[in-house]
């Protein structure tokens, strides 16, 4: 059995496209709205997503241009009015229906060494809270995610605190609680993770089929191809 590492360390996961083969917040919404949803919430996920709607290219091309994510503004939208006991039970039935058939067995075996190795893990994820707290819950490790908007214990439809481009200062504040810093591990698919990426001591990039690390250009990381 391999013994603990002697000096602290901080493993930081990912959860879309590194710890799941899926985007957990469409996916998540998906699985809600075929169980609860009304026809309308329905048919705007549809119009979004299909690709024989022109509203799904119209979404892309301002997606691409002007870096607006209609899509996800969409997606969130759809939950607005519900409660926040209903979501927290759907995201857990969610998590343990649909997500462990979606485990990336690369990155989990990795969770696993560095849980064998007594290392601290927290998913740092852009996924809606609800959803990556069942995951922690059932990882049993630490979370931060997305903030989703709630009034009066109803979702508002939007999203508070979004963590796009942002996680580095997340984990810089995770990384105050420690009296020497630990080495710091990340593990991630996402380029709006170069902050991230830059500031871990030993980054791996995870790199879904149909991608390409040429699109990291030349980030100093390791890399996990799916």
């Known amino acids: 059995m391999t013994e603990p590492r002697k000096h602290p360390a901080m493993a930081i996961f990912d959860l879309c496209d ?91 075996a990795r969770l696993d060494r560095h849980r064998a190795d007594g290392d601290r893990i927290v998913l740092v994820s852009n996924s809606l809270d609800v959803v990556t707290e069942a995951v922690a819950e059932r990882l049993d490790v630490e979370w931060r995610a997305a903030r989703l908007g709630f009034r009066d214990g109803r979702c508002t439809g939007r999203i508070e605190a979004d963590l796009a481009g942002r996680k580095a200062g997340v984990v810089t504040e995770l990384l105050a609680g420690f009296p020497v810093r630990p080495l710091v591990y990340a593990y991630t698919d996402n380029l709006s993770d170069r902050d991230l990426v830059a500031m871990a001591d030993r980054p791996t990039i995870v790199i879904p089929a149909g991608r390409s690390r040429a699109r990291w250009g030349g980030v100093n990381a390791a890399f996990v191809e799916l």
């Not at 709607?53 to 519900?82: E, K």
């Open 18 to 108: 590194t710890l799941y083969a899926e985007n957990t917040t469409l996916g998540f919404v998906r699985f809600f709205q075929a169980r609860h949803g009304g026809w309308a919430d329905r048919a705007a996920l549809a119009l979004a997503f299909s690709r024989r709607s022109p509203v799904f290219y119209l979404f892309a091309a301002l997606h691409r241009l002007a870096a607006v994510d209609l899509y996800r503004r969409v997606v969130v939208r759809t939950l607005r009015g519900r409660g926040r006991i209903e979501l927290a039970a759907a995201a857990r039935a969610y998590v343990a229906d649909r997500l462990p058939r979606l485990a990336v067995a690369q990155t989990q």
